[in-house]
């Protein structure tokens, strides 16, 4: 399953995360994640965060999802490009690995890793929840990641209630970490529909679009609401032209749902996407949300830019 981008969404969610999936990594104040080019030797870091002050020290991440061979080149080399742009800033490096297997033992900078050392430093994701299970049992991130760790026998038995302790958050991360678990879960059981998946895991049966979690994160219902309450006790001359307004304003509110999906799902749509969401009817909006948990990436959801 992908994990690059759900844990980048994970890291984002707030600081208690942060801290979790870093090994301890505390962010003082505020901070903003962004993707840095270095043009030079056009090179890109996806996961820096920098302080809003600009007192605290910056934290460039890297993570792996298998062995690369070079993921400590790739990073000490993002550390002096920002370094040379940030003369005066403490950066950290640090390389989330979902595996100890993924690291790099035979790595000329494993001198330089260590407990001790904020510069550059490694941790292991399976190492960090097999700890919180044993100090911190109840913490909402092994909720969240329980489809992608558990084995089939401990997801029938454990889903219910990871799922019932995610949507009793109130929490700013509560979208986020719902989000996430969800996407997990359909991406494990990519060939059965959501309905199957709540009924054999023993979730609530609540419509996908009707879930808390889903209405964050696209405002459904809200928008529709007004427009059908303007158009209800209109006078029969009218009814033509409601009939039509309710249909733009159904089209819309699909665009603006699938929009917003895909960016959460796959990140910023590419120009061509964008005016093929712009040409699409209602129900080919509506047939590409329903598609939405089995795609790979924007092409193969919406077709190619080339057709």
Partial sequence: MKTDKHIHTLLTSGPEAFR?????????????DRSIVFKELERRADHV?????SIGPVYILEIQTQHSGDVYDRLVLELVLYRKLHPNCTVHGLVLFIERS??????????????????????YLDEIIERARIEQPDHPLLATF?????????????????????AARTEPDATALMDVFTSWLMERYK???????????????????????????????????????RTEGRIEGRQEGRQEGRYEGRKAEARAILTKLIRRRFGDLPNWAVTRLQKANTEQLEAWAEQIFDAADVATLLGSSLD
Avoid: C
């Fill in 20 to 32: 979790f999936l870093t090994g301890g990594l505390e962010l003082i104040g505020s901070y903003q």
């Fill in 102 to 123: 993924g690291d790099e033992p035979e790595s000329p900078w494993q001198p330089y890793l260590g407990v001790g050392s904020l510069l550059l430093k490694s941790v």
């Fill in 146 to 166: 329980l489809p992608l760790v558990a084995n089939n026998k401990e997801l029938a038995q454990q889903a219910s209630a990871a799922w019932q302790q995610l």
């Fill in 191 to 229: 060939h059965q529909t959501y309905e199957e998946v709540m009924a054999m895991l023993h979730l609530p049966t609540t419509p996908l679009e009707e879930t808390r979690a889903y209405q964050q994160l696209v405002g459904i219902g809200i928008e529709k609401g007004r427009i059908e309450g």
């Fill in 49 to 53: 965060f920098e302080p809003d002050n």
